[in-house]
């Protein structure tokens, strides 16, 4: 490997969670600097998300897109990543400015990447500047050097996907076989060509005995990371994982580990069956409760959904009795593999390969574009990761383009084929073109809200009708808002997740607020009230996850028996108690939950600020598309009309509906959108904000995050 700049450290000792360094790494003057981070950084920003959102706030400006010279990719972990005793600890997060959103994105992610950065001696990774050859960067602890190399070609093809060479980087740097004191990040061809592409997370999993992956899948972490002229990050540490963070109270951690691993043991075969099953298990309970997305979100239900039940993979596909845990110590396990699955379409058709995965979100996206073949699901989920594709992007994509064509906005002529929901030729042949930057790739493989703007000048050009006019009615079932498209559940029923989705910072995406269980499946925000609350105090909890390097699983998807007895059960406070004293253990501090919860507060406050600046943070921002509030269109209101006539029924107090469909169709939707508002108004009252959905002043002031910047960017906003 041809070594193009390298420097000698020592690296630092964690100790209670943190290394106190940031390594900074700028790829375009090839310069490599370790940071040492002040003491009140980690009491204000905690970690991961936090420690992203102030590098970006810092290091970025309001010009700053994602391929511009000073975007920051980092990665970082969190005081509470990296310990085997506690269950979720491999989670690092990814933070940058997003191809899709223009403003700060982040996306969660498994694997040893994070624990093995932590040990190497960095709380986070900052990588800016732009290099003008591919290069890897190799964070190497053992031998107390970190190296940006010349990318190294492997095999025959000049762009292998990320898995393979990734592999092949692995196997290489630790002298022809595996080992697991190696992790890596990768992001293959597709991610330099679509807007969507992810990250791989790759490392050695002893039990398959093969380089296993999870993926950072949101917001395009991945095109930024490959328009770096970045392929890969290699990190080494021999040292042992075992209590890797040298917790303040290494027994305190011990003792609420195993309560956490004895509820999980005890309670997920009776619940969610994450162990056995992985996340597939939702697409039963999502298509029971028509939340399940079929044909671009119009349906939430389908006869063939059964094809795509947790059954079917687990019958099929996966690995039986394979404990498979992202991390070391994670009893919920829900990483699922499957080995020697064929392939029977694409460029790689005929390969054996092993999929990992594939996940509910995979899954309910191949059931957005109206397929319903779980050989399809394995194959779609593999190319993806191969790619470099976010499999939620690419399927929501394909689906708005597939309505496109089935509502006469699009043609064969425009696409090169006939693209029809279920048409799994058509939707394969698509996701090659994406990859590759060919064909109708190249208007697909910008995401729904530049496809929208595409189709809409296209479709008026050819119509002799305006663009705004064809782009309204586009903006009906186009499923994304702030420019990232919508994660793979059906809202039209949930007021609580259509604010989960249109106020999420990053977009729609449930890892801000999953309340679509809670609220629909388990009944437990049964009036307006509730969901406001929830809206404020949810997206608050899961920010702290994302800020301290945890998964959110063992807490969300595993209810703790003992919450029963506590006033809201669905913030499962038992176990949350687990995760402080977990903290408290590790770090020394002694918080409770309100603490953490006002840590949350700053961080996403300062999200907040961030989308402002880039001009995402207003109410206008918020607003979902009309497919997200009901049905959008009359279809979609007559394959349910008696739920909906029931409805809207007890909205008019049990008055006399219309006699037209059309009619009370329409009064539905007027209602809809009146919630809406509504909720806008009394959430952002909640949150600290004015109706514009603009932080107050004093709610800025308030977590310390007044800075010149911050008191510029209201002084805009007339505040
Ligand atoms: S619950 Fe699943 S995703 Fe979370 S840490 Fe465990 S194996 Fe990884």
């Excluded at 060479?165 to 630790?174: D, H, M, P, R």
């Excluded at 006939?418 to 030729?425: K, M, R, S, T």
């Excluded at 009394?682 to 310390?704: C, D, H, L, N, Q």
Aim: glycine share 10%.
């Amino acid at each position: 490997m041809e070594i193009l700049q390298r420097i000698e450290y020592q690296p630092a000792r964690v100790s209670g969670g943190y290394t106190d360094r940031i390594l900074r790494i700028d790829l375009g003057a090839r310069k490599i600097t370790i940071q040492e981070l002040p003491p009140d950084f980690k009491t204000k920003y905690t970690g991961g998300r936090g420690y992203a959102l102030r590098l970006i706030w810092d290091g970025t400006t309001a010009e700053t897109r994602y391929d511009s010279p000073e975007n920051i990719l980092v990665m970082a972990s969190g005081p509470l990543g990296n310990d085997p005793g506690f269950p979720g600890t491999g989670k690092f997060i990814v933070g940058t400015i997003s191809p899709l959103t223009d403003t700060f994105v982040d996306s969660n992610v498994g694997g040893h990447f994070g624990p093995i950065l932590k040990l190497a001696g960095f709380d986070a990774l900052a990588v800016s500047g732009i290099s003008r050859q591919e290069v890897v960067v190799l964070i190497d602890g053992d031998a107390s050097t970190i190296s940006i190399a010349a990318a190294p070609a492997y095999g025959q093809e000049a762009d292998e996907g990320a898995l393979s060479y990734g592999e092949n980087l692995l196997k290489v740097l630790n002298g022809g076989e595996f080992g697991d004191c190696l992790a890596a990040v990768t992001a293959g061809k597709g991610a330099l060509h679509a807007r969507f592409g992810i990250i791989n997370s790759l490392y050695f999993d002893r039990k398959r005995n093969r380089i296993r992956s999870k993926q950072a899948g949101r917001g395009g972490t991945g095109t930024v990371m490959r328009r770096k002229g970045l392929r890969a990050v290699v990190v080494r540490s021999g040292l042992s994982k075992g209590h890797g963070n040298n917790p303040v109270d290494r027994e305190g951690v011990r003792q609420a580990g195993s309560q956490l691993k004895e509820v999980i043991a005890k309670c997920d075969p009776k619940q969610f069956h994450l162990a056995a099953w992985g996340t597939t298990g939702l697409s039963e309970y999502m298509d029971k409760f028509h939340l399940f997305p079929v044909n671009n979100f119009q349906y939430g239900h389908s006869r063939e959904s059964p094809k795509l039940f947790a059954g079917v993979f687990l019958d099929r596909y996966f690995s039986k009795n394979m404990p498979d845990g992202c991390y070391y110590g994670c009893n919920l396990a829900c990483a699922k593999g499957a080995e020697g699955i064929e392939l029977t379409r694409g460029p790689k058709a005929e390969k054996v390969v092993s999929v990992d995965g594939p996940e509910y979100e995979t899954v309910g996206a191949v059931s957005c574009m109206g397929i319903f073949d779980a050989h399809f699901v394995m194959e779609y989920s593999w190319y993806c990761d191969e790619y470099g594709l976010d499999t939620i992007s690419t399927g929501v994509t394909t689906g708005f383009l597939m309505e496109c064509y089935q509502r006469g906005f699009l043609t064969a002529a425009d696409v090169g084929y006939p693209l029809e929901f279920g048409n799994i030729d058509a939707a394969n042949r698509l996701l090659h073109e994406i990859a590759t930057d060919t064909g109708f790739g190249k208007v697909a493989g910008q995401g729904v809200a530049r496809c929208k703007n595409w189709v809409a000048r296209n479709y008026a050009r050819r119509n002799g009708m305006s663009a705004a006019e064809a782009l309204a009615e586009l903006s009906k079932f186009g499923m994304e808002v702030k420019g990232l498209e919508f994660s793979m559940y059906i809202t039209k029923e949930s007021l609580a997740q259509q604010g989960g989705y249109g106020f999420a910072l990053k977009g729609p995406q449930h890892d801000e607020a999953w309340l679509i269980f809670i609220d629909q499946v388990h009944k437990e925000l049964p009036t307006f009230e509730h969901k406001a609350n929830a809206l404020k105090w949810f997206p608050l909890i899961r920010t702290w996850f994302n800020a301290a390097g945890l998964c959110k699983l063992p807490w969300i998807d595993v209810r703790n028996p003992e919450a029963a007895n506590t006033p809201e059960p669905a913030k499962n406070i038992p176990t949350l108690d687990l995760f402080i004293r977990y903290l408290n253990a590790t770090t020394g501090s002694h918080k409770k939950l309100q603490d953490i919860l006002d840590d949350s507060e700053r961080l996403y406050i300062l999200q907040k600020l961030i989308n402002l600046r880039q001009g995402k943070g207003a109410r206008a921002n918020d607003q979902i598309p009309l497919r997200a509030m009901g049905p959008a269109f009359l279809n979609e209101y007559a394959a349910r009309a008696d739920y909906y006539d029931e409805w809207l029924q007890k909205e008019l107090g049990n008055g006399e509906l219309p006699a037209s469909r059309e009619e009370r169709h329409r009064l539905l939707l007027e209602k809809r959108r009146e919630a809406y508002q509504q909720l806008c108004d009394v959430v952002y009252e909640k949150k600290g904000f004015t109706s514009a959905g603009i932080p107050k002043r004093e709610t800025v002031e308030k977590f310390g995050l007044l800075d010149e910047q911050a008191d510029k960017l209201l002084k805009q906003f007339g505040l």
